[in-house]
């Protein structure tokens, strides 16, 4: 509740003042790692009742001595390697992805080994967890910023490793998981190796059009992936082909999930802002504005009723004009204006999930739209 004081306080300060920009620019980080470390939580602390937050701050003490307790449990990374060697499964692998370079005798050749079995071992493909499509994303993307890392320090070049990553397709019963691996590193040394950028996202289409990924979701990933490493390059007519197969795919099918998708739409509008700056924002702030819109009416089509003020943020956001009502009248939104279809409550998850990456971005537009998201989530 402090934090989410401040960053309302933050972003009702005048605009004109340099500190209040600082102050909502830290707000808007601050919102955004909060959503990343609690998740949906963050968002049930709007329900919570005066009574239920005194039993929080009476039980303060013992939580905190819960938390210690829950992280003394946590394994570290020498533990994580043994529980894949003794147990190797879905999670023991998706968690050994995020700490797969680790130890001082580390090497290329050691990483890739352990990457060849995981590649076979983590089988998320029938999986409708968008926290767990997310984590295995975000594995993936660590897992090769590993294996990068390791290979500069042995001066193995970028289209070896890459060439490496390829011959992991002869162990996998399908694509999803070594074109995960493939999209990933091209996601990490993009725009160094331009070629391989086109290489992969050839080989992406490739493997949609004949239907060959076991999820179809995983295949939208890996070009979400890809399209964020076109973000680079000017012009980005590369970047807006990935939009128009993702939105597009979305939109047929409506009633899917379809989170890896969402997922990568998420990071596509997080990259273009991160790349965005004043001699290049005429090329940025339209595809922001576009993904962001975008996601705002997936948020607005999973509920019952339509609601304006949601709508009206969308249409705010994809023009870039704000009207004055726009921040009042997200404002006054109740929990009971925002029910959630029951058909569409994955997608919903999907969807929030999706903007706890894009966030940030809507200051890129105006801070009014960050104002006016905050109070909707």
């Known amino acids: 509740n402090t934090i989410r004081d401040v ?11 340099d500190f209040s920009l600082s102050l909502v620019k830290l707000a808007a980080k601050i919102l955004h790692f909060e959503n990343d470390t ?19 701050r009476n039980g303060t003490s013992m939580k905190k001595k819960q938390k210690a307790n829950v992280l003394a449990l946590l394994p570290n990374a020498e533990q994580l390697h043994d529980m894949y060697g003794e147990s190797p499964s879905s999670a023991t692998a998706m ?70 990553i ?38 992406v289409v490739n493997l949609l059009q004949s239907d060959s990924f076991a999820n179809k979701d995983d295949g939208y990933a890996c070009m979400g992936l890809i399209g964020a490493s076109f973000c680079n390059s000017v012009p980005l007519d590369s970047v807006d082909d990935v939009l128009n197969e993702l939105e597009s795919s979305l939109s047929k099918q409506a009633s899917r999930y379809f989170s890896g998708a969402l997922y990568a739409m998420g990071m596509i509008v997080q990259t273009l802002a991160n790349t965005c700056t004043a001699q290049n924002s005429a090329h940025m702030l339209p595809r922001i504005r576009r993904v962001l819109s975008f996601l705002v009416l997936e948020l607005s089509n999973c509920l019952e009723v339509q609601v304006s003020a949601i ?40 969807v929030c999930l999706c903007l706890s990456l894009a966030i940030p971005c809507f200051y890129n537009i105006h801070p009014d739209l960050l104002e006016g998201i905050y109070h909707i989530l």
């Not at 960053?7 to 003042?17: E, P, Q, Y």
């Not at 590649?119 to 967890?129: A, K, L, P």
């Open 166 to 203: 390829l011959s992991l397709s002869d162990l996998a019963d399908s694509p999803d998981n070594y074109m995960m691996a493939m999209a990933s590193f091209a996601f990490v040394v993009q725009p160094d190796i331009p070629q391989l950028m086109e290489h992969v996202y050839g080989k």
């Open 95 to 164: 968690a050994l992805l995020y700490h797969i370079g680790s130890g001082d005798d580390s090497s290329f050749d050691r990483i890739l080994d352990l990457l060849s079995d995981i590649i076979c071992d983590i089988h998320v493909q029938g999986s409708t967890n968008p926290v767990q499509k997310a984590l295995n994303i975000a594995g993936w993307i660590e897992a090769m910023r590993q294996l990068n890392f390791v290979a500069s320090k042995e001066n193995i070049e970028g289209k070896d490793v890459y060439e490496k």
């Open 7 to 17: 960053i309302s306080m933050g972003l009702k300060m005048k605009m004109t003042d």
């Open 38 to 56: 609690l998740g949906p939580l963050l968002w049930n602390k709007r329900s919570l009742s005066i009574s239920a937050v005194a039993r929080e």
């Open 311 to 350: 709508v009206g943020l969308a249409i705010c956001v994809r023009t870039g004009k704000v009207t004055t009502d726009l921040v009042e009248s997200c404002k006054g939104l109740r929990m009971e204006d925002m029910t959630v279809r029951d058909s569409a409550k994955h997608r919903c998850r999907s």
